[in-house]
T-cell receptor
Framework: GEDVEQSLFLSVREGDSSVINCTYT??????LYWYKQEPGAGLQLLTY?????DMKQDQRLTVLLNKKDKHLSLRIADTQTGDSAIYFC??????????FGTGTRLLVSP | DTGVSQDPRHKITKRGQNVTFRCDPI?????LYWYRQTLGQGPEFLTY????????KSRLLSDRFSAERPKGSFSTLEIQRTEQGDSAMYLC???????????????FGPGTRLTVL
């Protein structure tokens, strides 16, 4: 099947780190993505990682990739209330189409 | 605003009616995607156009669904004889010409939320 799995919900306090996990399906996927979705707004690409990398850091965001276990994670350092949103991991397939996970709702409390 | 636009943003219809949605991609993008997102789920791929050619369709796209991109610019998605199960957010995304080894980012529109009563 094409199920990309994520935990449904994560709650953290402002200033803490958040870690969102994802298990994808295709070990041959070349690009893996993290998207953010806020109410009333479109999907926003946050970051991505190429399959020959183990880690990528982009300001407060760190992506870790374990190809053996097909596991992807997104760490947000110093989480802010503005980071509250739904986060989707996605893998790229033929014709560049994306297969998305179920999404993780991140709630950041003050 | 030079992003992807979709119209309408919201559509409420009665079961059995036909609806049509429009997507205007970023002007220089030759590739266009439609996705459907139901409540509590991630977006699911529906169909893909490269210029005016529809190159891939998901099995989710039943015969009541049809998509077109007649001049390789804007695209329309029509749903005939709508059912309550069609209620969802319909998202459009566009992408520029493929770059070998490149990121090839899809840019998403705000979506059309369809409610079938």
């Amino acid at each position: 099947g094409e199920d990309v799995e994520q935990s449904l919900f994560l709650s953290v306090r402002e200033g803490d780190s958040s870690v969102i996990n994802c298990t994808y399906t295709d070990s041959s996927s070349t690009y893996l993505y993290w998207y953010k979705q806020e109410p009333g707004a479109g999907l926003q690409l946050l970051t991505y990682i190429f399959s020959n990398m183990d880690m990528k850091q982009d300001q407060r965001l760190t992506v870790l990739l374990n190809k053996k276990d097909k596991h992807l994670s997104l760490r947000i350092a110093d989480t802010q209330t503005g980071d509250s949103a739904i986060y989707f991991c996605a893998e790229r397939k033929s014709f560049q189409k994306l297969v998305f996970g179920t999404g993780t709702r991140l709630l950041v409390s003050p | 605003d030079t992003g992807v636009s979709q119209d309408p943003r919201h559509k409420i219809t009665k079961r059995g009616q036909n609806v049509t949605f429009r997507c205007d991609p970023i002007s220089e993008h030759n590739r266009l995607y439609w996705y459907r997102q139901t409540l509590g789920q991630g977006p699911e791929f529906l169909t893909y156009f490269q210029n005016e050619a529809q190159l891939e369709k998901s099995r989710l796209l039943s015969d009541r669904f049809s998509a077109e991109r007649p001049k390789g610019s804007f695209s329309t998605l029509e749903i005939q004889r709508t059912e309550q199960g069609d209620s969802a957010m319909y998202l459009c995304a566009s992408m520029g010409a493929e770059l070998a080894g490149g990121l090839n980012e899809q840019f998403f529109g705000p979506g059309t939320r369809l409610t079938v009563l």
